[in-house]
């Protein structure tokens, strides 16, 4: 068994490897963070750690793909992981969120948000840099 799943193994391990060493410098755009507060708003999720949740793990999901910047997959997949147990217990809602209504509402959030210059890399200012930013 360990010699079967060594070679994968060892793979998985340089890919995290990689990803550790770029998740920081993953970017994202004024978009990007308008789209993650659109959805948690829709969802009537409370304050903002959520959004810095799915913002992170957005980045992480990006950093161990290899890419320099967030999508919108990044973006569901990451909402579908920090939301479902900020959204259970709320009367007379569906306990769950999947990733098929994540995605039906991030195409509607898009077509609200249409096209413009938020899609141009967000620079991070200090407080964006504090929220966002924290080293592991």
Known sequence: FREEWSGREKQL????ASAREIVNDVRYSRRDLMAIAALTGSLKVD?????LVILRGAQAH???NGRS???N????LAAELALPHRIKGRMFQEAEINSYELEERMEQINS???DDEMSEPHEEESADSEAVKKKP
């Open 73 to 76: 997959d990044d973006i569901i």
């Open 13 to 16: 391990s340089d890919q995290i």
């Open 62 to 64: 990006a950093a161990l």
């Open 69 to 71: 910047h967030i999508n």
């Open 112 to 114: 609200d948000l249409g």
């Open 47 to 51: 304050g903002h750690r959520a959004d």
